[in-house]
């Protein structure tokens, strides 16, 4: 008679060793296409270590490890917004908060600056749709408790605070900025915008 528990533990060891080849692979992506939007799978399997038939093994095609890797993006941005403390912290601090989370998830995955960015597969849930409403809670509930300007829509406020973000995320893109000064000027900015106190 097989012993379930010893056949069960080649299985979890594959899976094991699988998921850490998958995990590998993701990050040399997002690092490798950062630099070079071009770069090849064997690009890419070379700096995750694995050669290129395992990279095949995991993902078929270069668009399915991109989209796959736009998956992972997507739920480390939801993670990075889920601990911001956008429905309990203060209005302004929020904000700041949101922005922030914004920019760490552009330095993680800076092919998403790329001008080739607009070919990338969407997500589903893509963030596209999700983040607004979000940030309309949180200006609403700011402009609730006197933190920002009620004349304003908050729906008009909350694009108007995305498109500021996405022109500062394009001004690093170009170079005309670094990345700490677009973040600073995009949170004095975007306090200015909402009627809070921009000076942070």
Do not use: K
């Amino acid at each position: 008679m097989v012993d379930s528990h010893a056949a069960a533990t080649p299985q979890r060891r594959r899976r094991s060793d699988a998921r850490r080849s998958i995990d590998a692979i993701l990050d040399a992506t997002r690092i490798v296409l950062g630099e070079r939007p071009d770069a090849s799978m064997d690009d890419i399997a070379a700096r995750a270590g694995v050669t290129r038939q395992t990279v095949y093994a995991h993902f078929p095609s270069r668009d399915a490890l991109v989209a796959a890797l736009v998956e992972a993006a997507s739920a480390e941005y939801t993670a990075l917004l889920d601990a911001a403390g956008l429905d309990t912290d203060p209005p302004a601090d929020a904000l700041a908060q949101f922005l922030g989370a914004g920019w760490r998830f552009l330095d993680r995955y800076p092919l998403l600056l790329n001008a080739t960015a607009a070919r990338i597969p969407r997500p589903d849930p893509d963030p596209h749709d999700v983040v607004p409403p979000r940030l309309e809670r949180l200006i609403q509930r700011g402009q609730h408790t006197g933190d920002f300007d009620p004349s304003l829509p908050a729906a008009w406020l909350a694009a108007a605070v995305l498109g500021l973000q996405h022109t500062a995320a394009a001004e690093v893109s170009t170079g005309r900025f670094t990345s700490h000064e677009a973040e600073a000027l995009c949170l004095h900015s975007t306090l200015r915008l909402c009627g809070g106190d921009a000076r942070r």
